[in-house]
């Protein structure tokens, strides 16, 4: 469930508030560090917290239905041509019959990234723009990797903050 605005916000006040704190000196300590013990056990709670609710995110990258709303994400972009020369339905077909070895391979960690494929666009001033073309196989897993990662941090981000963001335009 995403957390409405206000609790974002008063979250961020309660961070802020809690890197002040720690930085008063309220405690001569023999490395010279002054800082509350209370300070220091909470940090280290959110610390354990944030850990605990990412400890298997790469289980819900690979899950079934993160694979597949970045496939219908991937497939709503009308994106072009991997480099491999694969195109999106293709990639419905290969998942078909390979879905649980690349979701293995990548809870496993031995998933190897494909090379991506370098062209120079003209820029309207002159110059070109390099641009780097990974394979649609790739691409799936980098929005597969950005939807859970988004989960986490998008409501960290400052509400004027618009680039490369969900549901936002440089309006």
């Not at 994400?73 to 690349?102: A, C, F, P, T, W």
């Not at 190897?112 to 120079?120: A, L």
């Not at 070109?128 to 409501?155: C, E, F, H, W």
Request: aromatic residues 6%; charged residues 25%.
């Amino acid at each position: 469930m995403r957390k409405s605005r206000m609790q974002q916000q008063n979250e961020v006040v309660k961070q802020l508030n809690l890197f002040t704190t720690i930085g008063n000196t309220q405690s001569t300590e023999p490395n010279g560090i002054g800082t509350s013990r209370t300070s220091v056990v909470e940090l280290l709670s959110r610390l354990e917290q944030q850990r605990t609710l990412t400890q298997n995110i790469l289980e819900r990258i690979v899950y079934y239905g993160n694979l597949n709303k970045a496939y219908k994400r991937l497939k709503s972009n009308d994106g072009s041509v991997g480099s491999d020369g694969m195109n999106i339905d293709e990639l419905q077909i290969y998942l078909s019959k390979h879905i649980e070895e690349m979701q293995q391979s990548i809870l496993n960690g031995s998933y190897k990234v494909s090379p991506v494929r370098r062209i120079e666009i003209d820029k309207p001033n002159g110059g070109k723009r390099k641009l780097g073309i990974p394979t649609v196989r790739d691409r799936l897993i980098q929005q597969a990797i950005s939807q859970q990662m988004n989960i986490y941090y998008d409501m960290h981000f400052s509400e004027h903050s618009f680039g490369f963001r969900p549901n936002r335009e440089c309006t």
